[in-house]
């Protein structure tokens, strides 16, 4: 992989001005540098895009294969979901969510989906990270969402709160793949963030499988049906 700590220097950029760049502390990034801590997809790209490489340049070969399957899934699918779920937040007046609950809502579709079906909806590889099993593939997709104007994304204190700009199109979504959304969302209305931050953290599958390691689907169907979502 490519030396990222000479790429900074020989643009005479200090640590603390990438670290900003990638929304991280600067000894997060100093850890990053060191190969310390794994950037994430959505990190990669911003680095990419800074010093002009290729994003397979700043991930291992195992992470950039999963990162290659995952750009064959349907983008515009998922950006649905992303939106439909933002729409059918009831529990806000406002009609914003914070990331991460989001993140959680569209996890807990693809499984819900799978427990049912034996197929997720995305397909997307989940990983399990310290406060969401989350696919590298969300950050970027908000990042591309908020970047066309589509939703807007507001940091309020230290919660990052996403709302609708633009009309959420259903059009890629069968009508059972709408229903368990809108039921998902209606169930954990009154949720808090870190109560579904718990709810998935006792799940099966988080707690089989190992940190960073990936999440397997196929522990949902053990999972007993009142904790599916």
């Known amino acids: 992989m490519i030396n990222i700590q000479e790429l900074r220097r020989d643009r005479w950029l200090n640590q603390q001005e990438i670290a900003e760049l990638l929304c991280v502390s600067r000894q997060t990034y100093s850890r990053i540098e060191q190969w310390k801590s794994d950037l994430t ?22 992470t950039w294969a999963i990162i290659h399957d995952e750009n064959t899934f349907d983008r515009e699918k998922y950006k649905q979901i992303i939106k439909n779920f933002i729409k059918y937040w009831w529990a806000e007046h406002d009609l914003k969510i914070t990331k991460t609950k989001l993140a959680k809502l569209c996890y807990l579709l693809d499984f819900a989906r799978y427990y049912n079906h034996l197929t997720p909806i995305t397909g997307l ?23 066309d104007e589509s939703i807007l994304l507001e940091i309020k204190w230290s919660a990052h709160m996403i709302s609708n700009i633009t009309d959420t199109q ?15 969302s209606k169930k954990r209305q009154r949720k808090n963030t870190n109560d ?7 799940q099966l599958p988080w707690m089989m499988c190992d940190d960073k390691e990936l ?15």
């Open 125 to 147: 590889k989940y990983r399990r990270i310290k406060q969401w099993p989350v696919p590298d593939i969300y950050f970027t997709t908000i990042e591309e969402l908020t970047a």
């Open 41 to 62: 997809l959505w990190q990669a790209v911003k680095l990419a895009n800074l010093y002009e490489c290729n994003v397979s340049d700043f991930v291992d070969q195992k």
């Open 196 to 202: 579904i931050v718990t709810f998935t953290h006792n």
């Open 170 to 184: 259903d059009t890629l979504l069968s009508n059972e793949e709408k229903e368990l959304l809108m039921e998902i």
């Open 215 to 229: 999440i397997s689907y196929d522990f949902i169907t053990q999972e007993d049906p009142a904790n599916v979502y």
